[in-house]
């Protein structure tokens, strides 16, 4: 079946503009995350969704950054008002489920967001 | 609360000659490991996961793990290596059952010589 994907690949935005960048799971997974890779702090966690809800939103760097999820499916990850250093690649993943540790993650092919 | 360390930012080898990448962790329980590849522009694709079952483990494309408590180690290696093996490599740490998030080393880039 298709893995993870998200939109859109690249992201060209100017300082102060909200972005949405979105993520589309593998078919059955509840658990969902969201990453940042930046050259200068590496992979970071953002957050996870285990179906609709978020119990651990304390990854967020900011107040400007929320993420939704609806259906138990798609997610929303959105970042009001964006700085220079809010560029770098967005990773999102999915997996069968959470709170298990073992459960392979599987990645998409990641947004890159450039702030100018 | 738990880490990742990985030696050596850039590793270089030649075609045919033995990869080896480091990773050292930390953890309070003991820990779910995982090593991802991630190839220019796309997201990263799982090689091999130790989850507390046998301490070698073997992935895909040849690689594989070795689980050393006493050491806290977790390095991953492969006999040979090819120019296809080019890329970056991610050691990730979770802390068992009820964790949910993965805690990245900083990566190491493989170059092969021909």
């Known amino acids: 079946g298709a893995g993870v994907s998200q939109s859109p690949s690249n992201k060209v935005t100017e300082k102060g503009k909200d972005v949405e960048l979105r993520c589309d799971p593998i078919?059955?997974?509840?658990?969902l995350y969201w990453y940042r890779q930046s050259l200068g702090q590496g992979l970071e966690f953002l957050i996870y969704?285990?179906?609709?809800?978020?119990?651990?939103k304390s990854g967020l760097p900011s107040d400007r950054f929320s993420a939704e999820r609806t259906g138990g499916s798609v997610s929303t990850l959105t970042i009001q008002r964006t700085q220079q250093e809010d560029s770098a690649v967005y990773l999102c993943?999915?997996?069968?489920?959470?709170?298990?540790?073992?459960?392979?993650?599987?990645f998409g092919p990641g947004t890159r967001l450039t702030v100018l | 609360a738990q880490s990742v360390t990985q030696l050596g930012s850039h590793v270089s080898v030649s075609e045919g000659a033995l990869v080896l990448l480091r990773c050292n962790y930390s953890?309070?329980?003991?820990?779910?490991l995982f090593w991802y590849v991630q190839y220019p522009n796309q997201g990263l694709q799982l090689l091999l996961k130790?989850?507390?079952?046998?301490?070698l483990v073997k992935g895909i494309n040849g690689f594989e793990a070795e689980f050393k408590k006493s050491e806290t180690s977790f390095h991953l290696t492969k006999p040979s290596a090819h120019m296809s093996d080019a890329a970056e490599y991610f050691c990730?740490?979770?802390?068992?059952?009820?964790?949910?998030?993965?805690?990245f080393g900083k990566g190491t880039k493989l170059s092969v010589i021909p």
């Open positions: 953890s309070s329980v003991p820990p779910y």
């Open positions: 969704f285990q179906g609709n809800s978020a119990p651990d």
């Open positions: 990730a740490v979770t802390s068992g059952a009820g964790s949910y998030q993965l805690t």
């Open positions: 993943a999915s997996s069968l489920r959470t709170g298990t540790g073992r459960n392979e993650q599987f």
């Open positions: 130790y989850t507390s079952a046998a301490t």
């Open positions: 078919s059955g997974h509840t658990a």
